[in-house]
């Protein structure tokens, strides 16, 4: 029983890796057999696997088609940008006094190392611990596991945007360097505006990329939509 837990545990980290990090990409069918023989596990763990990610919102398991890579739609980043808005300027007023300045310090380092060494990869983990930090502050596992998810789906978009959109790796640094600054001040009611700066300007590149550098048709789970049409959704 262990070890089957453990194969689907295995499976499961696997598979969300290569999603998030858009190995497998937005659109792209999963083969049953081809994931059975990389992972090398059998049926049963892969297939709890892949309905654990479905309900996490990565894949759709599709009845006679297949299991498909969920899209990113201009639906999903405005939710995941209004559920960041709403959570993590509040986390950061309420909580950011619990961080240690050594910590802090040390982001800071990392952020600046970063801007020299301007690898997309690095920016983006970098942009993801900074994010995990702030939220773990709060020391409640609930609120952690929830911006988990979030930033699983983020960290797709962020990949997806970073191709097209080189400049915002520069600006993120920037962007990151004001909110420490702030938050090593003590300042934290600047740290969250500066946060809901730096959150607006990541929504916005994310928008634009899909409004203008992405095929005209994507796929989500009701079938096949336009993104120019969907572009004129709120």
Not at 209 to 223: E, F, K, N, P, V
Request: aromatic share 6%; hydrophobic share 40%.
């Amino acid at each position: 029983m262990e070890r089957a837990v453990n194969l689907k545990d295995k499976a499961y980290a696997i598979i969300r890796d290569k999603i998030i990090r858009c190995v497998y990409k937005p659109g792209e069918f999963l083969v049953e057999a081809e994931l059975i023989e990389t992972i090398g596990a059998s049926r049963t763990p892969i297939r709890e696997a892949l309905n654990k990610l479905e309900q996490e919102g990565l894949v759709d398991i599709l009845p006679k088609r297949g299991i498909v890579v969920r899209d990113v739609t201009l639906a999903d980043i405005n939710a995941i940008y209004e559920i960041r808005f709403l959570v993590e300027p509040a986390v950061l007023k309420r909580y950011a006094c619990r961080l240690p300045r050594s910590l802090l310090q040390d982001l800071k380092e990392r952020n600046r190392k970063a801007g020299q060494e301007r690898q997309r990869i690095t920016e983006y983990n970098l942009d993801e611990d900074i994010h995990r930090t702030l939220m773990m502050a709060s020391g409640n596992p609930f609120l952690v596991d929830l911006m988990d998810k979030i930033y699983a789906q983020n960290h797709r978009i962020r990949i997806l945007s970073g191709e097209a959109l080189t400049y915002r790796m520069q600006e993120t640094l920037a962007e990151h360097d004001r909110i420490l600054d702030c938050l090593l001040q003590q300042d934290y009611e600047g740290a969250a505006r500066a946060l809901e700066v730096h959150l607006h300007h990541s929504q916005e590149g994310a928008v634009r990329l899909m409004a203008t550098s992405r095929s005209s048709w994507g796929y989500d789970r009701t079938g096949f939509w336009s993104l120019g049409q969907l572009a004129g959704n709120p």
